[in-house]
């Protein structure tokens, strides 16, 4: 069986749909935050980013896109770390709650998934090469 550089895992459609729990969380909490517009400004972006990578991550399993969802949460955590600490600018520290607790759990299960769907995808392309290695 040849392996497809596109193919999906269930670690990659699992993280695509982590990717967009993500984002209708950082929607909701937009919605229902302190009104600060940086904070505002800086949930809608993750929003829109986290459903960027979740529909690339579904339609294109690829290096870009598995590298764009790991921005994302990266992203993600420095903002629920900051938030949880010291505060965002313009806001005092917040308290952990279900809003926090899941800004700050679901990047780490998608950074996870997404470790795991590399090391499925590194299992499937050992094996023997078979053809011209050159492109047609």
């Known amino acids: 069986m040849a392996f497809r550089a596109d193919r999906q895992t269930w ?53 870009e896109t598995r590298l764009l969802a790991v921005l994302v949460c990266v992203a993600q955590l420095a903002i629920a770390g900051l938030a949880l600490t010291i505060g965002l600018p313009g806001e005092v520290r917040r308290p952990l709650g279900p809003t926090t607790a ?24 050992t094996g023997p090469r078979t053809g011209s290695p050159y492109a047609r």
């Open 102 to 125: 899941a800004t700050a759990f679901v990047p780490l299960l998608v950074l996870l998934l997404v470790t795991i769907d590399t090391d499925l995808r590194r299992a499937w392309s």
């Open 11 to 63: 670690a990659s459609h699992g993280a695509a749909v982590l990717l967009l729990v993500l984002a209708v969380v950082q929607l909701w909490s937009s919605g229902v935050g302190s009104g600060v517009v940086s904070t505002v400004g800086v949930s809608v972006a993750l929003c829109a980013a986290a459903l960027t990578a979740c529909t690339l991550l579904a339609r294109i399993n690829c290096f």
